[in-house]
């Protein structure tokens, strides 16, 4: 499974798990605070009935003054479940009456900070039940049911009191918050099994709807950018994967039939090139042939016409007398002049077609043409092989040749270099040739400002 797949299902089956801490957690703090008010009011339901019962089962025995039945009654009650501390407070706040007898005969002091979390509160307002800490610093729910003054207590109570006494219970919340404890933690352990089942099932379901599809299409989009142009996917859903791989298979077929179109131009002008070639090599072939034709005709007849001619005029002005001056100067100059002229035509046959080049090679012919024009102009030259060239084919010893002719002319117009060096290295079927100099040099991606700039680079491509 790719690592970029397994991340996303991750992250979403992490959001979504956050997502539903975010939603359960508030609702099982709800539902938590629902049972804690719910478990309250039935602990003070079960205080205020305790207090009735207690109250009802206490009249007889305090009328009668009968203390072993009024401790019985409390310690009856103190058997009950969850209660920890029963009083019967007279009103000088001494408890006539506790569980067991063990607190009889003590005065409370109201100032207590344990007696203050009730009379703090103005009497008419105290409620009868209020949550607090015992001396052992435990939480207990304190119920507080007065004990009003009746005319039957008249006997012994005076008439002016409003109340005989109060009748003090503490009821444990242990319990409850035991209950409330476990009920917490269900619901966590369930709010937990929930997003974990929701996270797994939604991992799952997720690979399953987009994913996995998600997968198939980048695999196949992987595939053809490697060269499968016949990768294609197969569109089961009409849904927006299915949309998207329809997308992609449309695209595909569309690059496909171009890249054949492509192929098929490139392949005609391949074909048209390779035929340009043919005309341009024939083109120069047959150039090169009537170079060669034309420079040995110059040589075999004008070049003998001229040198009678120079010979004649050496024997006419042998045979004017000293006295002619005048003439014998006129026949030093004309032949002089067909002596410059027998120069520019051995030029004119080097530049048409060296002679060198067909009868001795293409190093001996480069050697002639870097003495011809680098050589006057105070230049240093070298020229070297790296390897033994052997017998060329004469097309690509003209092509070497007009190549390194044509670098010596770009040295001598623009390089203003001081030294020149020629390599040569056969490798193969190739023959490599490196023309350098210590001159300006040229930006190769230099655009020219004329046609007719830059025709000797493109010449020798």
């Given at each position: 499974m790719p690592v970029l797949s397994r991340r996303l299902r991750l992250r979403v089956s992490l959001a979504v798990s956050i997502v539903l801490i975010l939603l359960l957690a508030p609702l099982n703090w709800l539902q938590y605070e629902r049972q804690r008010r719910t478990g309250m009011r039935e602990l003070e339901i079960l205080a205020a009935a305790t207090g009735a019962i207690a109250a009802t089962s206490l009249e007889s025995a305090m009328?009668?003054?009968?203390?072993?039945?009024?401790?019985?009654?409390?310690?009856?009650?103190?058997?009950?479940?969850?209660?920890?501390?029963?009083?019967?407070?007279?009103?000088?706040?001494?408890?006539a009456v506790s569980l067991g007898g063990l607190h009889n005969g003590e005065h409370l002091d109201k100032e207590a900070a344990n007696c203050q979390t009730c009379h703090s509160i103005p009497a008419r307002e105290r409620p009868q039940g209020i949550i607090t800490t015992n001396d052992a610093d435990e939480a207990v729910f304190r119920t507080m049911t007065p004990i009003l003054n009746r005319p039957a207590c008249y006997p012994c109570h005076s008439p002016a009191d409003r109340i005989n006494g109060v009748f003090y219970m503490d009821f444990s919340m242990a319990g409850l918050n035991s209950r409330l404890a476990d009920s917490l933690r269900q619901a966590f352990l369930l709010s937990v099994l929930i997003i974990a089942v929701c996270a797994v099932g939604l991992y799952f379901l997720l690979s399953w709807l987009f994913i996995t599809p998600m997968e198939r299409i980048a695999d196949g989009m992987r595939r053809f950018s490697r060269g499968e142009r016949d990768a294609r996917l197969a569109v089961r859903e009409r849904d927006e994967v299915g949309l998207l791989a329809d997308v992609y298979n449309q695209m595909a077929d569309t690059i496909q039939s171009q890249e054949a179109e492509s192929r098929q131009l490139y392949s005609e002008l391949a074909a048209g090139d390779a035929v340009r070639r043919q005309l341009t090599a024939k083109l120069i072939s047959a150039r090169e042939e009537e170079s060669r034709r034309l420079a040995r005709r110059i040589h075999d007849v004008l070049g003998q016409l001229l040198t009678g001619l120079s010979i004649y005029l050496r024997l006419a002005e042998d045979s004017v007398p000293d006295e002619l001056t005048s003439a014998r100067g006129h026949l030093t100059t004309a032949n002089r002049l067909v002596q410059e002229t027998i120069d520019q035509g051995h030029e004119l046959i080097t530049q048409l077609r060296p002679s060198v080049l067909d009868d001795y090679g293409l190093i001996p012919a480069l050697q002639e043409e870097m003495k011809r024009r680098l050589d006057p102009l105070g230049l240093v030259t070298e020229l070297r092989t790296e390897s033994e060239l052997g017998e060329l084919p004469p097309e690509v010893t003209t092509a070497a040749y007009r190549i390194v002719q044509e670098a010596l002319s770009n040295v001598i117009r623009h390089a203003h270099a001081q030294r020149v060096w020629i390599a040569l290295e056969k490798q193969e079927d190739t023959l490599m040739i490196c023309v350098e100099d210590d001159g300006v040099g040229i930006d190769a991606g230099q655009e020219w400002s004329t046609p007719l700039q830059g025709m000797g680079l493109l010449g020798m491509r």
């Open positions: 009328l009668t003054k009968n203390r072993a039945s009024i401790q019985a009654i409390i310690d009856s009650i103190g058997q009950a479940s969850g209660t920890s501390t029963i009083y019967l407070i007279n009103p000088e706040a001494e408890v």
